[in-house]
T-cell receptor, first 111, second 116 residues
């Protein structure tokens, strides 16, 4: 069963912020929100994760709503190299728990 | 950041051949490793989970005798596709995690397997 819902595709102009939404209305109290991306013909790359507070790192920001039923990944200044499939995944935080990949959002960054 | 190395990145072989894919964690102890398969235009599908020193746990529908997984050390896991056939052609990806830490899983760059 899909635990997250993402739009199948989004477009973004180079240099603009890319805001990728994710719905996870059935998230449990001990589940984190993880974001990965997969550039064509490569393995997934970890981006960021959070439990309930907003998080920021050198790649992106993660905004989680107060009820934790949805979140937004923000790439502040998208580049052509950010073109990829972005996956939003919810799972418990321990390292041995599995990641279940949905279909993700194909983000196309254009010049 | 954590690095996971996967080898080979690309392999072509004849039907009936067995192929071994290696997955190494370069700068952390990978107590748990995961193997995924991805067909064209589809998402990643988990095949099996292996903990160091234990037998792998396979997902439903994945043949354990066809996809042999060994995780004998904290830095290396191998996936052997035995007697490969054209329908086994796919993109195989490993990931590794330290189950005693709060760090996320990190993925290798995948192995594209083509069986003729």
């Amino acid at each position: 069963d899909a635990k997250t819902t993402q739009p199948p595709s989004m477009d973004c102009a180079e240099g603009r912020a890319a805001n990728l939404p994710c719905n996870h209305s059935t998230i449990s109290g001990n589940e984190y929100v993880y974001w990965y991306r997969q550039i064509h013909s490569q393995g997934p790359q970890y981006i960021i994760h959070g439990l309930k507070n907003n998080e920021t790192n050198e790649m992106a920001s993660l905004i989680i709503t107060e009820d934790r039923k949805s979140s937004t990944l923000i790439l502040p200044h998208a580049t052509l190299r950010d073109t990829a499939v972005y996956y939003c995944i919810v799972r418990v935080g321990s390292g041995y728990s599995t990641l279940t990949f949905g279909k993700g959002t194909m983000l196309l960054v254009s010049p | 950041g954590a690095v996971v190395s996967q080898h080979p990145s690309w392999v072509i072989c004849k039907s009936g051949t067995s192929v071994k894919i290696e997955c190494r964690s370069l700068d952390f102890q990978a107590t748990t490793m995961f193997w995924y398969r991805q067909f064209p235009k589809q998402s990643l599908m988990l095949m099996a989970t292996s903990n160091e020193g234990s037998k792998a746990t396979y997902e439903q529908g994945v043949e354990k005798d066809k996809f042999l997984i060994n995780h004998a050390s904290l830095t290396l896991s191998t996936l052997t596709v035995t007697s490969a056939h054209p329908e086994d052609s796919s993109f195989y990806i490993c990931s590794a995690a330290d189950s005693y830490s709060n760090q996320p899983q990190h993925f290798g760059d995948g192995t594209r397997l083509s069986i003729l």
